[in-house]
């Protein structure tokens, strides 16, 4: 079974950076599709970053679009997020998730394996 391990979250001010690492056990067809989630507290879990493993194809939400960046190292199996310019409501639980389709990225259903989450807190 893949696993999934978040690391890097924190608590940082407005206009501050973070960059968050989810290790994968293993970089397969499983986990051909990677995506960012978050879920802030009293709200909905969302997708903000996706990528195509294997062809590194990428897209944002439109919250996060220009201000973060998803990438990551085939070697090292990781998946990375560099948080940029964050802002108050960038709080939230910052989760990875894989799965081998990707048909709609940002559907939390698209995906079997969750890693347990890393909290971003950004101050004002």
């Known amino acids: 079974q893949v696993q999934l391990v978040e690391s890097g979250g924190g608590s940082v001010q407005a206009g501050g950076s973070l960059r968050l690492s989810c290790v994968a056990s293993?970089?397969?067809?499983?986990?051909?599709?990677m995506v960012w989630f978050r879920q802030a507290p009293g709200k909905e879990r969302e997708g903000v970053a996706f990528?195509?493993?294997?062809?590194?194809?990428?897209d944002y939400s439109d919250s996060v679009k220009g201000r973060f960046t998803i990438s990551r190292d085939n070697v090292k199996r990781t998946l990375y997020l560099q948080m940029n310019s964050l802002r108050p409501e960038d709080t939230a639980i910052y989760y990875c998730a894989a799965g081998s389709s990707c048909r709609r990225w940002s559907a939390q259903n698209e995906y079997d394996t969750w890693g347990r989450g890393t909290q971003v807190t950004v101050s004002s």
């Open positions: 990528i195509y493993t294997f062809a590194g194809a990428t």
């Open positions: 293993e970089f397969t067809m499983r986990t051909a599709c």
